[in-house]
């Protein structure tokens, strides 16, 4: 009796068929991301270059006379004579306590506007009360008033509050909540099932309680979402903090980066260490995108806004 063996063929993945199209599309796509990068590499080939360099040969792609010294006049590690030697401003930039000014602001602002924004975004969602959806609708007519319009009114809220040039008076426009972080957390709330919340009540957990176990932990990615947004638009305010802080102990990285670009030396504009300057700046928020970009996009996806 002889035995029958059986062998199972090899299924190999189709090869996908050239197409203009596909072709077309990915060509696209590497000219889109090369437009977006180029500018943070001339960044970095401006920062990696020295001021003479650049004068010399302003067109080079590569770095001219490759050196780290805006780097290091960025940071302060440089004394003035050695500034000005190398074409940079005599000033410097205190760039150490900059970067506190703008974690402390962006910290307070972040933190304080989710959690108010979470809470009007729960009592627009779940609460019923007469009149709701009518001042949910007035509420986000804020989002169609230009932030310019309310520069000065605020204005003369902080200087007769008295915190012009303060840290408290730089986060205070924007420490309790927006139009857009309400919508966005209410979007999530809303798809939340009552069945949960029910059963919460069930045994024996108030609304306060509801919210703050049951709620907020299953809307973490959006509120997390909503605190990296927050963070970098916080971070790369300028105008207002121009206009509320005058010296440098509320002085915030954006304002700094104004102040160093003033501090024109005669030999011409410290384009080296601006660019280090604002490198260094920026890295912070493209390594905070960087890690919640999925997270990001996954939220605006599921809450609905298109």
């Not at 024109?264 to 260490?273: K, L």
């Amino acid at each position: 009796m002889t035995a029958v063996t059986t062998t199972t063929p090899t299924v190999r993945p189709a090869k996908r068929r050239f197409s203009l199209g596909r072709a077309t599309a990915w060509a696209v796509l590497g000219l889109v991301v090369l437009i977006t990068l180029l500018p943070f590499y001339w960044i970095l080939r401006t920062a990696l270059s020295t001021n003479a360099g650049l004068n010399a040969d302003p067109t080079s792609p590569l770095p001219v006379d490759l050196t780290g010294t805006g780097f290091q006049r960025a940071l302060g590690l440089q004394s003035a004579e050695e500034a000005v030697a190398q074409g940079g401003a005599g000033g410097g930039l205190d760039f150490w306590r900059y970067l506190l000014n703008s974690v402390i602001v962006s910290t307070l602002i972040t933190g304080c506007q989710i959690f108010f924004s979470a809470m009007a975004a729960y009592a627009f969602s779940r609460l019923r009360w007469r009149g709701r959806d009518k001042v949910f609708g007035l509420f986000l007519g804020g989002l169609m008033v230009p932030t310019i319009f309310t520069l000065l009114p605020n204005f003369v809220l902080i200087k007769q509050l008295h915190l012009v040039d303060t840290l408290l008076g730089i986060a205070l426009p924007s420490l309790f909540m927006t139009p857009f972080a309400v919508f966005f957390l209410r979007q999530f709330f809303m798809n939340i099932p009552r069945e949960v919340e029910e059963a919460a009540l069930l045994d024996g957990a108030g609304k306060v309680k509801v919210f703050f176990r049951v709620v907020l932990p299953m809307a973490s990615t959006p509120v997390i979402t909503l605190g990296v947004l927050t963070y970098i638009t916080s971070w790369n305010d300028y105008f207002w903090p121009l206009m509320v802080s005058y010296s440098d102990s509320s002085r915030v990285l954006t304002v700094a980066l104004a102040v160093f670009r003033a501090q024109t030396p005669a030999t011409g504009v410290d384009w080296s260490g601006l660019m280090a300057a604002t490198l260094i700046a920026a890295l912070p928020m493209l390594v905070l995108f960087a890690c919640f970009a999925r997270r990001i996009v996954s939220s605006i996806g599921f809450t609905g806004i298109k």
